[in-house]
Nanobody, 123 residues
Framework: VQLQASGGGLVQAGGSLRLSCAAS????????IGWFRQAPGKEREFVSA????????YYADSVKGRFTISRDNAKNMGNLQMNSLKPEDTAVYYC?????????????????WGQGTQVTVSS
């Protein structure tokens, strides 16, 4: 599965961005979709995930209530709506696809990764 993340940019604190993850070689409908982020000097961390069926969503505590994950299997893509952004949300955001549902909140649960999109939140 080849993934392409897009939608990053520069936004002021309190603003919103919508990230998209498009698959170009296989259908995403059979895969869980995850979003991770990596800030400079830090480990890549889990942000959010959605089950292949769309029936379960997961969020890191730091983004709960501000971010919303969704998927559109007909369009073969996933989205991450990010509201009330904070400077600490600044990072490169990666989308990933995998089938290990028991590891859906960990990097090990994903076999395919997009190239990342930069999100910068100014204070």
């Amino acid at each position: 599965v080849q993934l392409q993340a897009s939608g990053g940019g520069l936004v002021q604190a309190g603003g919103s961005l919508r990230l998209s993850c498009a698959a170009s070689t296989r259908t995403l409908s059979a895969y869980n979709i995850g979003w991770f982020r990596q800030a400079p000097g830090k480990e890549r961390e889990f942000v959010s995930a959605i089950m292949w069926s769309g029936g379960g969503t997961y969020y890191a505590d730091s983004v709960k209530g501000r971010f919303t994950i969704s998927r559109d299997n007909a369009k073969n893509m996933g989205n991450l709506q990010m509201n009330s952004l904070k400077p600490e949300d600044t990072a490169v955001y990666y989308c990933a696809a995998g089938q290990a549902s028991w590891r859906i909140t960990t990097r090990q649960g994903y076999d395919y990764w997009g190239q990342g999109t930069q999100v910068t939140v100014s204070s």
